[in-house]
T-cell receptor, first 114, second 114 residues
Framework: AQTVTQSQPEMSVQEAETVTLSCTYD???????LFWYKQPPSRQMILVIR??????QNATENRFSVNFQKAAKSFSLKISDSQLGDTAMYFC???????????FGTGTRLQVFP | GAVVSQHPSWVICKSGTSVKIECRSL??????MFWYRQFPKQSLMLMAT?????????EQGVEKDKFLINHASLTLSTLTVTSAHPEDSSFYIC??????????FGPGTRLLVL
């Protein structure tokens, strides 16, 4: 069975600074997808970034980038130039391509302060 | 990005009544829809997976007779909480995806059973 671990329950960062959120996972599968979703106070789940395991290149989306280390089963999210609107709960998720199911980590609460 | 709607956004009902929640993919057809439950300050817990035209697959520990799922078309899935009780009060979220596609989430439904 796959598991996803987020070891940082809470993080804080000053506006305009950079922050990295950690995520590790465990699987015996070779092909899978990884995601970061954010959940602001509205509780709407919003896709931040997606990484296909077969791709060596790290995914980037504007200020968001990942450091995907397949051998180490690590998938961290870097947020550059943090903005107040980045304040949210961030969930790391693993997708099993056999079932399409998402397995979520416990989340990291990020607070961006002025 | 893909848009998923949920209706209602919140509902208050008396114990013993049934509540139906609709999940619609507005601008794409989803082969699979997923239903999650989220308790305060916790991660998302997958309840069931539904494919259009077939019976839903429930996760272990989820009562299929309590949480009825119907997936009538490629754009609509419904979750009915039957004979709701206070312990069913929660935040219910649906997502749409399938076949290795990214899951896009609805805005969620807050259910309060009195």
């Amino acid at each position: 069975a796959q598991t996803v671990t987020q070891s940082q329950p809470e993080m804080s960062v000053q506006e305009a600074e950079t922050v990295t959120l950690s995520c590790t996972y465990d699987t015996s599968e070779n092909n899978y997808y990884l995601f970061w979703y954010k959940q602001p106070p509205s509780r709407q789940m919003i896709l931040v970034i997606r990484q296909e395991a077969y791709k060596q290149q790290n995914a980037t989306e504007n200020r968001f980038s990942v450091n995907f280390q397949k051998a180490a089963k690590s998938f961290s999210l870097k947020i550059s130039d943090s903005q107040l609107g980045d304040t949210a709960m961030y969930f790391c998720a693993f997708m099993n391509l056999n079932t399409d199911k998402l397995i979520f980590g416990t989340g990291t609460r990020l607070q961006v302060f002025p | 990005g893909a848009v998923v709607s949920q209706h209602p956004s919140w509902v208050i009902c008396k114990s013993g009544t049934s509540v139906k929640i609709e999940c619609r993919s507005l601008d794409f057809q989803a082969t699979t829809m997923f239903w999650y439950r989220q308790f305060p300050k916790q991660s998302l817990m997958l309840m069931a997976t539904s494919n259009e035209g077939s019976k839903a697959t429930y996760e272990q520990g989820v009562e299929k007779d309590k949480f009825l799922i119907n997936h009538a078309s490629l754009t609509l899935s419904t979750l009915t909480v039957t004979s709701a009780h206070p312990e069913d009060s929660s935040f219910y979220i649906c997502s749409a995806g399938g076949q290795g596609e990214t899951q896009y989430f609805g805005p969620g439904t807050r259910l309060l059973v009195l």
